[in-house]
């Protein structure tokens, strides 16, 4: 069975896709108090990631979660280079484990703190 | 017939205080000793901490596992292994025991009869009288056996655990050498902040509901910052009570060696008082306070020790929702409610843990799960709203991720005031949730100080 994968936007991300095709993309969670883009990720490429990162899991609403933050970042980058929510986005992500490898191993020692 | 429901005595009859609150009498059973030992935390095979025993010695002696008085001798912990109970017949979870290595039994050179002195950071801090001194011969199978197996527990173990589940790991690390007896605290350590603020230890949350007027308290365990969702469950479970709604609601926090990817005690505990803070629960139903333990994650067996803490601290009611204390999946998602409705026999329960012989008297109140409803517009219930294709849920895993990126969360999935605790703290550790270096500076720092005492 497809699995989803969700991409929270802030008011950041929000900019940088305002006026493409993926404005019309945004979903809402929580009453619209959360914007994301929710991917639909068929089983081969599912498989792939999850095998790409050990700590990757199916919760219970069928979502990939517990992934790198890094794998979080790269696919919003992929989604709007690909200016799609498409395979194409996860095709780009997968292309750049190695990468995200990287950065996840710093993940479990720092992890910028956000200023409000 | 009084539909009125009283207070719970302690489990066990009576609560076990076992702390010399005279310094001099403090001084003079210490200069009795035989031999001192510092206390050292006990570590996994990659050398993190998993656990501290300090930690039990004051859940001991401060009356928060009564009736255990100490150290476990051979024989109580094969009773608890096979039947989940003291040799004095009263239902207990887990092996508690003072384990060290040969070599440093050769190095103090004690024997039975001899009273140890403990230290911890340096102080003098509890004693042991050694009753027994006992060999575990195989740790591995001693953590099998503690929680169980797939073939001896079917009814609730769905698979064998490993080197994944804190618990087994715990007691898969234990020292081979096992000196049981009864422990005494014989300087008071002090609490560091934020802890401070919320030490009830029974006696004193007992005598604090006193002061509130409150005769029922429902308590609500936690190892977590709440959640918007933890904070309808405390509200709605507190419906129940008697004639009327619980008259107050007790957050428990377990404080100690957590998993990665827990949020750290610090913002676990402030966190908490936060809802209070800010109103959500008005902060005369409601009271924040800690356990010192190390989990285990043993789900049904850990809301068995659950019960009993929070009996002995006057509670008398518990909420229970499902995977309760549970990592991974190795138990069945509702083995805690099954426990408290109708037994699990395999470990020793043909009926609820509350029916048996030399049972516990909290009662239950097992809850299903919150959700948010975009149709229903708020925080529904699952058994409520019938809205399931759209509901959203509270899942942690979502909710740690969202953190993790730095997102400003929703009103809707955390209060404000219970958000800027997680900042608080994730700039003070560079981290919002445990890792190996947080564990391995609070195993150094723990909770607490303990004064000078020269003897």
């Known amino acids: 069975m497809a699995k989803s994968i969700a991409v929270l936007l802030d008011d950041k991300r929000l900019a940088k896709v305002k006026g493409t095709d993926l404005e019309a993309k945004v979903d809402v969670m929580f009453g619209g108090q959360l914007s994301c883009f929710i991917l639909e990720i068929d089983d081969d490429h599912a498989k792939d990631v999850m095998d790409a990162f050990h700590t990757a899991r199916v919760d219970s609403r069928g979502f990939i979660t517990d992934v790198p933050i890094a794998f979080n970042r790269v696919l919003f980058e992929e989604i709007a280079k690909a200016k799609s929510l498409g395979t194409k986005a996860i095709d780009g992500v997968l292309g750049r484990v190695e990468e995200i490898k990287d950065l996840a191993a710093k993940e479990s020692e720092y992890l910028p703190c956000p200023e409000f | ?455």
Not at chain 2, 77 to 106: A, G, H, Q, S
């Open chain 2, 1 to 455: 017939m009084s539909v009125l429901i009283p207070r719970p005595a302690p489990h066990g009859g009576r609560l076990e205080e076992r702390v010399v609150h005279d310094r001099e009498l403090g001084k003079k059973l210490a200069k009795g000793c035989a031999a001192s030992f510092d206390i050292r935390a006990t570590l996994d095979e990659n050398g993190v901490p998993v656990r501290n025993v300090y930690r039990e010695i004051m859940s001991i002696c401060y009356g928060f596992f009564s009736p255990v008085e100490g150290s476990m001798k051979k024989a109580e912990v094969e009773r608890i292994l096979k039947e989940r109970r003291l040799l004095n017949e009263w239902v207990f979870p887990y092996p508690l025991v003072f384990d060290i290595t040969e070599e440093e039994l050769k190095d103090l050179g004690v024997t039975v009869g001899d009273r140890l002195l403990l230290r911890l950071k340096g102080k003098p801090f509890a004693i042991l009288d050694i009753d027994e001194i006992w060999r575990i011969d195989d740790p591995e199978d001693l953590a099998h056996r503690t929680f169980g197996t797939p073939e001896a527990n079917p009814e609730v173990v769905n698979e064998p655990f490993n080197a994944k589940m804190p618990g087994w790991v715990i007691y898969k690390n234990l020292s081979p050498v096992v000196l049981a007896g009864k422990y005494r605290i014989i300087n008071e350590p002090t609490f560091l902040p934020p802890f401070d603020k919320f030490w009830y230890p029974p006696l004193k949350s007992r005598a604090e509901y006193d002061r509130r007027g409150w005769r029922t308290v429902i308590n609500h365990q936690t190892r977590n910052v709440p959640h918007v969702g933890h904070e309808f469950l405390m509200k709605d479970a507190a419906y129940t009570g008697d004639l009327e709604p619980c008259h107050g609601i007790q957050v428990n926090a377990i404080i100690g060696v957590k998993r990665p990817g827990d949020y750290p005690d610090e913002a676990i505990i402030e966190g908490h008082a936060a809802v209070n803070e800010g109103g959500y629960i008005k902060p005369e139903r409601h009271i924040v306070t800690f356990t010192l333990w190390d989990m285990r994650y043993g789900n049904p067996l850990e809301s068995m020790l659950h019960g009993i803490i929070r009996q002995n601290m006057g509670c008398t009611h518990h909420m229970f929702g499902r995977d309760h204390a549970a990592v991974g999946e190795y138990y069945d998602m509702y083995a805690t409610q099954t426990l408290w409705s109708k037994g699990i026999p395999s470990y020793g329960f043909p009926d609820a843990i509350t029916e048996v012989p030399y049972g516990l008297h909290i009662r239950p109140q097992n809850m299903r799960e919150f959700w948010y409803c975009p149709v229903c517009n708020e925080i529904a219930y699952s058994e409520c709203c019938g809205h399931t294709k759209e509901k959203q849920k509270f899942s942690g895993s979502f909710v740690r991720g969202m953190v993790a990126e730095g997102l400003f969360p929703p009103k809707v999935i955390f209060r404000p005031e219970v958000y800027k605790v997680i900042v608080k703290w994730w700039k003070h550790f560079d981290y919002p949730f445990c890792n190996p270096k947080y564990v391995k500076e609070k195993e150094q720092r723990l909770e607490v100080d303990l004064p000078d005492m020269d003897i």
